[in-house]
Structures are given as C-alpha cells and as structure tokens.
C-alpha cells in the first residue's frame, strides 16, 4: 500500500527519495495508530470516571417508580410507604378498608 503511494506521488523503486517516502509513510501510520489509541484509552478513562462517580453518588434517586405487590404507587416493593407525606395529603391506602369511590 505504501509502495503504490509513494510510487503515485512519481518516485521510482530503489531511489533515496522513494525510501524517504515510504519512512514518512510509516511514521505518519504509526503516529496516527498511536492517536487513536490515545483517543481510546482516554474515552475509556472518561466512561469509567463516570461510572464510579455515578456509583459513588449517594443522593442518586432511582426515577423508576415503585410500586408494592399490589401495583400501589404509594408503597414500594418492600411495603414502605412513599406517598406524600403531611398535611393536606390525601393518599389512597388500599389497607385501610374504606373506599373513597362511595
């Protein structure tokens, strides 16, 4: 591949010219190699400080909704009560017996 380039660019097999372009080939190949692994091991670093900061991040709130075994969006699945919480809430409670449809 490099052969036909430098032959292309109009040097001729066996000159000093043509090793000299066939030695710029290869260091432009291996410089721009060793770019794009630096790309990647720094995209690669990036996603894995974001993992860890993620997993590290105690306040990070799950947005998926909880339900308990019921479907009651109140409650999550381990029956702790996530609804609202003080005065003024109404709450529908599927325990308390009473049905506010009445």
Known sequence: ???QQCASYGYRPGTNRF???MMQQTSQRSEDEQRSMDRIAA????DKDRKEARRKNDS????RPSYDKDGNPNFDTQG???GCHGAGCLVDNPDNGDDDDQ
Not at 43 to 46: A, G, M, P, S
């Open 43 to 46: 995209q690669e670093q990036r």
């Open 60 to 63: 990070y709130i799950d947005p």
């Open 1 to 3: 591949m490099d052969q």
């Open 19 to 21: 090793a000299d372009c």
């Open 80 to 82: 702790n009560y996530q």
